[in-house]
């Protein structure tokens, strides 16, 4: 890894980083030091987002791509090898979510959310770990959910994409052990998102729902996408350079498997 106690210098690449964690993310490692290329399927986002970014002082680069298509990441690694170099680090943050029962589900919804959540991970560790391993280092973060292992209804798809993701992580990270490249996982409880305010109808009703109590965690709060860029910040560091294979939850105590 590049830097001594930071990210200095580094090449990361956070997919799904228009809006939300992913947007949080990107700013905190660029804040780190890291030099960050953005990709998303929302090239304006992504651009805002690298915006942000510059405005801080940082560096980077947005690239429009659809990360569950294998020639759409082809292209983008290519590009942020070119322009920023070798990614050392990894974060697949890209994420969508349809709501409807496991019988009711549509099929291009059921193959749209398991191909954005689960298959882009997987085309983006196919296409920058060979590097990382020839390197040996680097590390993989992957954004999963506390619906992988708690599901409820209308959460199938959803659920299973999450599940896929913490044991495709795990295979990574075994292989590649040997080679000093780390994976893991951190899985946000309810957080303030676009998809999260969509979900319950507005900001205001998510704070609500929350201060009330219904929303499952005891510590009644919104996590903050901030809180999860934070702890992505932290297994993307060399301080976590033995942590490998593993789910931090970031829940506010909601469960604790």
Known sequence: MTGMGSLQGAVAIVSGGASGIGRAIACRLARDGARVAVLDLNGAGAEQTLQQIAAAGGGGLAVTADVSRAAAVQAAVARVRSELGEPEILVSNAGIARAARVAQIAEADWDRVLETNLKACYLLCREITPGMAARRGGRIVAIASGTAVRVGPGNGAY??????????????????????????IVAPGITDTPMTRAIFGGEEALRRQASSGRIANPMRVVIEPEDIAAAVAFLAGPEARYITGQTLHVNAGAFMP
């Open 159 to 184: 659920g299973a994409s999450k599940a896929g993701l913490i044991a495709l992580i795990k295979a990574v990270a075994a292989e590649l052990a040997p080679d000093g490249v780390t994976a893991n």
